[in-house]
Every structure is written in C-alpha cells, then in structure tokens.
C-alpha cells in the first residue's frame, strides 16, 4: 500500500471492506449457500442438502461441464493463436497500420455478443461453409470475442520486449524464424500463458452468444444454468453455477503456476 500512516491503511481497508464486501464477496456467498438450500424462506436458507451437487455433477450436467471445458480450451488456443500473430505483426506495422488492425481486433467486444453470435449464424448458414448446427461453430464464436482480449494482452507484451534480445541473436547470424522461437516466444511466455488464462475464463462464462449457436448435443454449462433457472430450479442453477466457478478458478490457478515458473525461467 502506498499510505504510510496506521489510521490512513485502517480506512482504507475499511473502504475496500465495504464496497468489496456487498458488490464482490456477498452474491458469490449468496450463490454457495442457495446450492446447498433445501428451502430459503427467510434471511437464510434451511434444510441443507447436497442434493443439488449430486445433479450437477453427474449425468448432462457433467457432460455440459465438459463441454465448457473443451469449448473453452479450443476457443483459447485459436485465439491465442491468431492474437499473438496479430500482435507479432502490428509491432512491425505504421501507426496508421497498427490502429486499424487493433480497431478489426476490437470490433467483436465493442458490440454485444449476442450481434457476433447472429453474424457467425448468418455467414456460416450456407455455402460454401455450412458450419450451423455443428459445435465448431460455437468454438468459433467464442474464439471471435475472446481473441481481442489474447490481442491486447500480447500486444502490451511486445512493446515491453527489450529490441537488444533481437538483435543480439540477428547480429550472431540466427534467422528470422529461429529469433521468433527460441528468443521472442520465450520472452513473451508469461503474458502468454495470462492471456490464455483470461480468454478461457471468458469463455466458460460466455452465454448470449453461445444460446443463438449451440446444437443440441454440445451444450454448455452456462446454458445449463440459465434452462435450470429459467425453470425455477434456482438451487441447482446455484450448484450448477459453483461447479463453473470452481472449474474455472482450478484451470486459472494451473495456468497461474505455469506463468509464474516462466517468469522465473
């Protein structure tokens, strides 16, 4: 903290307590506590159950977990993909080259996603790709919103590389090809590795789009969890929604440790 007095840090924890508390902590407890509620009439729920768990992970429930799991590891390395190559390029464009390529990049989050979900419906209905109906395209809707986050994140990266690394390695007679994979790749690791963490995250939780996309038998958690809700099943909405958090933050934290030992390769 950069406040030195005692009573300075005192109020600030107190401030973060309580706007973190009622806008972060609080509904995220709600949901814990509504996934093991038999009934919630009161204050607080009663009859604790762990019914709900039993739902959501077993059967269509496990198999929508894996779903989300997979979309979202497809959806990441796709945009990873494109977005470092994307931001390897820009770095050697003009200003006038690097703003209209970071506004293309940007363009799928500065619209609602429901609109990339429709457009994706549209341009892949017909010939001559017809990808409708198929869980490709539902990996590829999320790999549209989610590679401008890859984009920027790498993009940041690139500009913090010291050019002394590059021409150290040309000035010794190593190739284009091999600078890229053997100096810049492994310089610009760990913002990679973060940049995959966030698109995965963002895309577990992606819902408008993914409801105009998905075809019956590729159904992802969060659908899932917006049909129980929508029914009235808001407990297992609840246990359904703890599962994605709790899927989510165990791949977040794998690829936390990975990004930390290639901070300190």
């Known amino acids: 903290m950069l406040v030195h007095s005692r009573k300075g840090r005192w109020a600030l924890w107190a401030v973060f307590a309580v706007l973190f508390l009622p806008v972060f902590a609080l509904p995220l407890a709600v949901i814990v506590m509504a996934s093991f509620?038999?009934?919630?009439?009161?204050?607080?729920?009663?009859?604790?159950?762990g019914e709900h768990y039993e739902a959501a992970t077993r059967g269509e429930s496990l198999d929508a977990l894996t779903t989300s799991l997979l979309t979202a590891l497809g959806a990441s390395l796709g945009a990873l993909a494109a977005g470092t190559w994307a931001a390897l390029a820009a770095s050697r464009l003009g200003k006038g080259g690097k703003r209209v390529l970071d506004?293309?990049?940007?363009?799928?989050?500065?619209?609602?996603?429901?609109?990339?979900?429709?457009?994706?419906?549209?341009?892949?209905?017909?010939p001559p790709v017809i990808l409708n109906g198929t869980s490709t395209l539902v990996v590829l809707a999320h790999a549209v919103l989610v590679t401008a986050f890859a984009y920027?994140?790498?993009?940041?990266?690139?500009?913090?590389?010291?050019?002394?690394?590059?021409?150290?390695?040309?000035?010794?007679?190593a190739r284009p090809a091999y600078v890229l994979w053997r100096v810049k790749l492994p310089l610009l690791l760990p913002s990679l590795t973060a940049a995959a963490g966030l698109c995965f995250a963002l895309s577990m939780g992606e819902l408008s789009a993914t409801v105009m996309l998905y075809p019956p038998d590729w159904t992802p958690l969060p659908v899932r969890i917006y049909a129980a809700t929508d029914r009235g099943a808001a407990f297992t909405g609840a246990a359904?929604?703890?599962?994605?958090?709790a899927a989510t933050l165990l791949v977040?934290?794998?690829?936390?440790?990975?990004?930390?030992?290639?901070?300190?390769?």
């Open 252 to 265: 977040l934290f794998a690829v936390s440790r990975v990004r930390t030992r290639a901070s300190y390769r």
């Open 240 to 245: 359904l929604a703890v599962v994605l958090m």
């Open 152 to 173: 920027q994140s790498v993009s940041a990266a690139v500009r913090r590389l010291d050019p002394a690394y590059e021409q150290a390695a040309a000035s010794l007679g």
């Open 103 to 126: 506004a293309l990049f940007m363009l799928p989050v500065a619209v609602p996603s429901v609109v990339v979900g429709l457009a994706l419906l549209v341009a892949f209905s017909k």
């Open 37 to 49: 509620a038999g009934h919630w009439s009161g204050a607080f729920p009663s009859a604790f159950t």
